[in-house]
């Protein structure tokens, strides 16, 4: 099946630490996303990427980090100077910046305490 | 800017019967497309509906549709025969095209609704 994986789905740090999320995607997509969703809010772009060896910042990417060495695989680092780490990350993908559907990954919940 | 308004957060509605859930946007751009996802309790984000700006019709998908009032820069999301699966939030979104914002979806704070027996 063509989709989008992310694991885990929980994740619990200790504050300091970095962590790295997964986001894997088989549906041949060039466009990769990260939002973050806070409770009661929609979600925010934190960074994206149209082509490999590429990304744009978002508009939340302070304290975040991404690579983009293969088509298929997008992971987001949420680095220690992120001040309130805690939120449900969602990774999805697109066939390009401009196409009007993007997938999404069942997401990740990040608790850093 | 772009931005979205959801202006309710919560909705109750019998199963069977149809509901409105509300959107309103602004934006500067003169092409753009409008957006509607579900996010069962799970969290994934599932795409309903789609209405580009230029489109003539309102968009239709199955038991979904949008009514676009373009001058009054609302985007409704209408879900008719309503079910018990129907019970989720709901987000509506926008992107320009014109304005070098393409690539980024502008999400509304999303409407909480639940369908009753």
């Known amino acids: 099946d063509g989709g989008i994986t992310q694991s885990p789905k929980y994740l619990f740090r200790k504050e300091g630490q970095n962590v790295t999320l997964s986001c894997e995607q088989n549906l041949n997509h060039d466009a990769m996303y990260w939002y973050r969703q806070d409770p009661g809010q929609g979600l925010r772009l934190i960074y994206y990427s149209q082509i490999v060896n590429d990304f744009q910042k978002g508009d939340i990417a302070e304290g975040y980090s991404v690579s983009r060495e293969k088509k298929e695989s997008f992971p987001l680092t949420v680095t220690s100077a992120q001040k309130n780490p805690t939120a449900f990350y969602l990774c999805?993908?697109?066939?390009?910046?401009?196409?009007?559907?993007?997938?999404f990954g069942p997401g990740t919940r990040l608790t850093v305490t | 800017a772009q931005k979205i308004t959801q202006t309710q957060p919560g909705m109750f509605v019998q199963e069977k019967e149809a509901v409105t859930l509300d959107c309103t946007y602004d934006?500067?751009?003169?092409?753009?497309?409008l957006f509607w996802y579900k996010q069962p309790s799970s969290g994934e984000m599932i795409f309903l509906i789609y209405q580009g700006s230029y489109d003539q019709q309102n968009a239709t998908e199955g038991r979904y549709s949008l009514n676009f009032q373009k001058a009054r820069k609302s985007a409704n999301l209408v879900i008719s025969a309503s079910q018990l699966g129907d019970s989720a939030m709901y987000f509506c979104?926008?992107?320009?095209?014109?304005?070098?914002?393409?690539?980024?979806?502008?999400f509304g704070t999303g409407t909480r609704l639940q369908v009753t027996l």
């Open positions: 979104a926008m992107r320009g095209y014109l304005t070098g914002t393409a690539s980024k979806l502008t």
């Open positions: 934006t500067s751009d003169p092409s753009y497309g």
């Open positions: 999805a993908s697109s066939m390009g910046v401009t196409s009007d559907e993007q997938y």
